[in-house]
């Protein structure tokens, strides 16, 4: 199986600032990364799929890049609805993995 | 819109079976696979498996060796996932979620259902 690997494991970060989480596959995945938002007692929320794309609807401070191993989801202006859990998930091989998740939490 | 509504008991015991159904409207079920993930508490999420509700082909995760099994009623738009020989291991958050490729599939996912948190305790 693929091993995703985010990093930090957790953050804290006020209103506006610009986060960065990074994810790291344990072989090439291509662009075969997709991101996904979850709140406390949620569902995961898809936010990015293929490394960049932005899922519909999903506000234009979120970006996703990378290619190959190296991944990163960043959030332009942290806004107060974004404190929530963050997990990258490669779509490349089956199964289907998911990172860790990173957890943004208010400073 | 599009909503998956997922109902099962919440607490089993050891050694038993579980089932939930994910009842799927605002979309032709038919042209969309459907997964199933699961979270243990304070663990990543880890998918299980898929079904085609088009033509019932799935496919399954061998972490769980033969354990899970996905079927669906096309007529009630749900589908269903088995967990058999459970153990405490199992408790965890159960989603449904829908494949975000329209008639193939893509292996990421666009809606989810709720979660049904099932704990496997004696």
């Known amino acids: 199986d693929i091993q995703m690997t985010q990093s930090p494991s957790s953050l804290s970060a006020s209103v506006g600032d610009r986060v960065t989480i990074t994810c790291r596959a344990s072989?090439?995945?291509?662009?075969?990364l997709n991101w996904y938002q979850q709140k406390p007692g949620k569902a995961p929320n898809l936010l990015i799929f293929?490394?960049?794309t932005l899922e519909s609807g999903v506000p234009s401070r979120f970006s996703g890049s990378g290619f190959g191993t190296d991944f990163t989801l960043t959030i332009s202006s942290l806004q107060p609805e974004d404190f929530a859990s963050y997990y990258c998930?490669?779509?490349?091989?089956?199964?289907?993995?998911f990172g860790g998740g990173t957890k943004v939490g208010i400073k | 819109q599009v909503q998956l509504v997922q109902s099962g008991a919440e607490v089993e015991k050891p050694g038993a079976s579980m089932k939930i159904s994910c009842k799927a409207s605002?979309?032709?079920?038919?042209?969309?696979?459907m997964h199933w993930v699961r979270q243990a508490p304070g663990q990543r999420l880890e998918w299980m498996g898929w079904?085609?509700?088009?033509?019932?082909?799935?496919g399954y995760s061998q972490h769980f060796q033969g354990r899970v099994t996905i079927t669906r009623d096309t007529s009630a738009n749900t589908a269903y996932m088995d967990l058999s020989s459970l153990t405490s291991d199992d408790t965890a958050v159960y989603y449904c979620?829908?494949?975000?490729?329209?008639?193939?599939?893509?292996?990421?996912?666009?809606?989810w259902g709720q979660g049904i948190l099932v704990t496997v305790s004696s």
């Open positions: 979620a829908r494949d975000a490729g329209y008639t193939f599939s893509r292996h990421y996912f666009d809606y």
């Open positions: 605002g979309f032709t079920f038919t042209e969309y696979n």
């Open positions: 079904i085609n509700p088009g033509n019932g082909d799935t």
């Open positions: 072989q090439n995945i291509i662009s075969y």
């Open positions: 293929s490394a960049s």
């Open positions: 998930q490669q779509n490349y091989s089956p199964p289907v993995t």
